[in-house]
C-alpha cells in the first residue's frame, strides 16, 4: 500500500531526473532552433532585404506559429494522434509548397527590385510558414518525449518544460533577423548571388520536407 511518504518520494525522484535531463534538453532546443531553416533563412532574407521592422513583424507571426505548433504536439502526445497524424502529409505539401514559392520569390526578376521585396511580411504569413512545417511539430514531439514526459507527471512541470521550445525559437530566430540587418550593406553589395544562395537553400529546405514524407 502506497503512503504519503512514498508518493512524495517518487515525486521528489521524478524532480530530480527531470532536473538531470534538463542540460541535454536544452542542448537539443538549442541546436534545433539555431540551426537553418525555413522560418530562420526567411527572416534573415526578409531582414536583408527589407529592414528590420518588416522583419520584426513576420517574427511576431513565427513566434504566435511556434506556440500553436507547441499546442498541437501536447495534443498529439495526449490523445490526438491520430487525427493529427492524417494532417501532417498535407501540411508538409502545403508547407514545401511555401517555400518554394518565397524561394522563387527571392529569384524572380522584378523591376531590378528583386522578386521578394513583393512578399509582404505579415504576421500572418509568419503563422502559415511556421504552422505547416510539419518538421517543427516532429522536433516538438521528439524532445517532449525523450527529455519532458518520462520526467514530468504533473501538468505545471510539463507545460513549464513545453514553454523552453517556442522562447528557444523565438530568441533564435531573432539572431537571424539581427544578423540580417548587419549583412545588409554586405548584401547591397552582392544582392544576385546572396539572392540565389538563399533560395537554393529554401528550395533544398522545401526538398527535405517532401523526402520526409517518402522515409
Not at 522583419?55 to 504566435?64: F, K, P
Not at 522536433?139 to 513549464?160: D, F, K, Q, R
Not at 529554401?202 to 517518402?214: D, F, K, N, R, V
Amino acid at each position: 500500500m502506497r503512503t504519503t511518504r512514498d508518493s512524495l518520494r517518487e515525486e521528489d525522484a521524478m524532480t530530480s531526473a527531470l532536473l538531470a535531463a534538463m542540460p541535454a534538453f536544452l542542448a537539443y532546443t538549442f541546436v534545433q532552433a539555431i540551426t537553418p531553416g525555413p522560418a530562420n533563412l526567411c527572416s534573415m532574407a526578409t531582414a536583408l532585404r527589407l529592414g528590420l521592422r518588416p522583419a520584426l513583424r513576420q517574427w511576431v507571426g513565427l513566434t504566435l506559429g511556434l506556440f500553436l505548433v507547441i499546442a498541437a504536439a501536447l495534443a498529439v502526445l495526449y490523445g490526438a494522434a491520430n487525427a493529427i497524424d492524417s494532417l501532417l502529409p498535407v501540411l508538409t505539401v502545403v508547407g514545401a509548397a511555401y517555400v518554394l514559392w518565397l524561394a522563387w520569390s527571392m529569384v524572380r526578376p522584378s523591376d531590378g527590385h528583386g522578386g521578394f521585396a513583393n512578399v509582404r511580411p505579415t504576421i500572418g504569413a509568419g503563422v502559415v510558414l511556421q504552422v505547416t512545417n510539419a518538421k517543427v511539430l516532429v522536433m516538438s514531439c521528439t524532445a517532449l518525449v525523450a527529455y519532458v514526459i518520462p520526467y514530468a507527471e504533473n501538468v505545471p512541470a510539463l507545460l513549464g518544460a513545453s514553454l523552453v521550445l517556442p522562447v528557444a525559437g523565438a530568441l533564435c530566430n531573432l539572431v537571424w533577423i539581427y544578423g540580417g540587418v548587419k549583412l545588409q550593406s554586405f548584401y547591397e553589395a552582392h544582392q544576385r548571388p546572396i539572392d540565389a544562395l538563399m533560395a537554393a537553400t529554401l528550395a533544398l529546405c522545401a526538398g527535405g520536407m517532401l523526402i520526409s514524407l517518402i522515409g
